[in-house]
């Protein structure tokens, strides 16, 4: 089992910033790719962000040049940046962490942390 913990979420201005991070913890040896995802209200949980254990990074096209992930494989971390932040921007952010036991993976995800963009 692997177990996330996210933090840092908040309310900011548009234009404005926030740093997203998430810890794991528990069977942390098996993690392969981590995340970010967000879901807005009434909308279905998108990918924002994702970095694998070999440094490449995938994005969503709504976040590039925005938004940087970055993760720290000793600490077992991993942290979204968000600049320029935008209204539309305004979801419920989620880590995700991809894990290997035996033949399958799992997905384990954070509890969620409320990000608001709004003036």
């Known amino acids: 089992q692997v177990r996330l913990v996210e933090s840092g979420g908040g309310l900011v201005q548009p234009g404005g910033s926030l740093r997203l991070s998430c810890a794991a913890s528990?069977?942390?040896?098996?993690?392969?790719?981590m995340g970010w995802y967000r879901q807005a209200p009434g909308k279905p949980r998108e990918l924002v962000a994702t970095k694998s254990p070999s440094g490449s990074t995938n994005y969503a096209e709504f976040v590039k040049g925005r938004f940087t992930i970055s993760r720290d494989g000793a600490k077992n971390t991993v942290d979204l940046q968000m600049d320029s932040l935008k209204p539309e921007d305004t979801a419920t952010y989620y880590c995700?962490?991809?894990?290997?036991?035996?033949?399958?993976?799992?997905?384990?995800w954070g509890q969620g942390t409320q990000v608001t963009v709004s003036s």
């Open positions: 995700n962490a991809k894990w290997v036991f035996g033949a399958n993976m799992y997905d384990s």
């Open positions: 528990g069977r942390t040896f098996s993690i392969s790719t």
